[in-house]
């Protein structure tokens, strides 16, 4: 199985700030990777999706880069309603596998 | 507006099978590929498996001996069976649609705890 490590596991920022969040995954996922914003006591969202393309209604301040095994999540002005979860998975086998989940958290 | 609801049993005891369906309504189910994904209180995702509409599965090998995935494209109905229960399966159970890009649409998710 492809192992996703996503770093940190938590932040705390405040609104506004630019924050940034990294999956690694164990071996070459080439742009197979897809990044999900989930509340709570909610299902999570898809927002990014071959590493870089921004999902239909996603707001423009989420981007992502990255291929190979190094990627990243992006918020360029974090907004109220970002405080959530967020997960990376890879999508380049089976099993399916997700990162631990990043929690952004209010400063 | 593709929609996905699960249902089933909230409440299970150790060693029964755990039964879940999916119904999917406002668009079609071919050509997509159709997973379940589980996440316990607290924890992180966890990818169960997948179906698609030619029958065609794959499983998490962590899973694989206890899963079976089925779909009923008549009822458009996906199922989930994970037959010998522990505490350990106590999760919400999600499903969603979704391939090579992501999983773009979930079901709201459904609470399945497994107790004595």
């Known amino acids: 199985d492809i192992q996703m490590t996503q770093s940190p596991s938590s932040l705390s920022a405040s609104v506004r700030d630019r924050v940034t969040i990294t999956c690694r995954a164990s071996?070459?996922?080439?742009?197979?990777l897809t990044w999900y914003q989930q509340k709570p006591g909610k299902a999570p969202k898809l927002l990014i999706y071959?590493?870089?393309t921004l999902q239909s209604g996603v707001p423009s301040r989420f981007s992502g880069s990255g291929s190979g095994t190094d990627f990243t999540l992006t918020i360029s002005s974090l907004q109220p309603e970002d405080f959530a979860t967020y997960y990376c998975?890879?999508?380049?086998?089976?099993?399916?596998?997700f990162g631990q989940g990043t929690k952004v958290e209010i400063k | 507006q593709v929609q996905l609801q699960e249902s089933g049993p909230g409440l299970l005891k150790p060693s029964e099978t755990l039964s879940l369906t999916c119904t999917v309504s406002?668009?079609?189910?071919?050509?997509?590929?159709w997973s379940w994904i589980r996440q316990p209180a607290g924890k992180g995702l966890e990818w169960i498996g997948r179906?698609?509409?030619?029958?065609?599965?794959n499983y998490n090998p962590s899973l694989k001996s206890r899963v079976t995935l089925s779909l009923d494209t008549s009822k458009i109905q996906l199922s989930l069976k994970l037959s010998s229960v522990t505490a350990a399966d106590t999760a919400v159970y999600y499903c969603?649609?979704?391939?090579?890009?992501?999983?773009?649409?979930w079901g709201q998710g459904t609470l399945v705890t497994v107790s004595s």
């Open positions: 998975q890879q999508t380049y086998n089976t099993p399916r596998t």
């Open positions: 071959g590493a870089s």
């Open positions: 071996q070459s996922i080439s742009s197979y």
């Open positions: 179906i698609n509409t030619s029958g065609s599965t």
């Open positions: 969603a649609r979704g391939g090579l890009w992501g999983l773009d649409s």
């Open positions: 406002g668009d079609s189910i071919s050509n997509f590929y």
